[in-house]
């Protein structure tokens, strides 16, 4: 039986295949928060002014995972000082879960944040993301203070790189 790939590349907020995946991932955690599905027009409106320009050196990165070739997820690390990065935008269609690739995907933003400098990465979530939360404590995220607030910020976690 041949092994089905998995590959993790930085990209550019703005192609084709990484605005498809933060459109999806936007109407995915937005469409649980309101327990019915985001409209185009809400997505829009969520995505437009929401700083993801600095996903790309020397403040950040964002990668777009891919199985198979096909665009299945993508991820953000955001540099926030010296020493610690964000983990922003962690995502994988509903298709690709199960497949195997959320956790080398945290390990290749894990390894983003370090070529950036930082020595720690922090995250924030909410508390109905059980299945981000299962997954970032299982690859030894902890519950650390919080470090930032907002109106989708319930519990924050940390781990040193």
Same mark, same amino acid.
């Given at each position: 039986?041949?092994?089905?790939?998995?590959?993790?590349?930085?990209?550019?907020?703005?192609?084709?295949?990484?605005?498809?995946?933060?459109?999806?991932?936007?109407?995915?955690?937005?469409?649980?928060?309101?327990?019915?599905?985001?409209?185009?027009?809400?997505?829009?409106?969520?995505?437009?002014?929401?700083?993801?320009?600095?996903?790309?050196?020397?403040?950040?990165?964002?990668?777009?995972?891919?199985?198979?070739?096909?665009? /299945? +997820?993508?991820?953000?690390?955001? &540099?926030? =000082? %010296?020493? *610690?990065?964000?983990?922003? #935008?962690?995502?994988?269609?509903? $298709?690709?879960?199960?497949?195997?690739? /959320? +956790?080398?995907?945290?390990?290749? &933003?894990? =390894? %983003?944040? *370090?070529?950036?400098?930082? #020595?720690?990465?922090?995250?924030? $979530?909410?508390?109905?993301?059980?299945? /981000?939360?299962?997954?970032?404590?299982?690859?030894?995220? %902890?519950?650390?203070?919080?470090?930032?607030?907002?109106?989708?910020?319930?519990?924050?976690?940390?781990?040193?790189?």
């Amino acid at each position: 039986m041949a092994r089905m790939t998995w590959t993790f590349t930085p990209e550019r907020v703005d192609t084709p295949d990484a605005t498809a995946l933060r459109r999806d991932y936007y109407g995915d955690v937005a469409g649980r928060y309101w327990r019915r599905p985001a409209t185009e027009a809400e997505i829009d409106e969520g995505l437009n002014g929401d700083g993801v320009e600095l996903l790309a050196p020397p403040t950040g990165q964002f990668l777009v995972a891919r199985y198979e070739g096909e665009p /299945a +997820g993508c991820g953000g690390v955001l &540099l926030l =000082d %010296a020493e *610690r990065a964000e983990l922003t #935008r962690v995502f994988l269609r509903h $298709t690709y879960r199960g497949k195997g690739g /959320a +956790g080398p995907l945290l390990g290749h &933003l894990e =390894d %983003a944040a *370090r070529v950036l400098g930082a #020595r720690r990465m922090v995250l924030n $979530t909410r508390l109905d993301l059980v299945e /981000a939360r299962a997954l970032y404590t299982r690859h030894g995220y %902890a519950e650390i203070p919080a470090y930032c607030t907002g109106p989708y910020m319930e519990i924050w976690y940390g781990k040193e790189l």
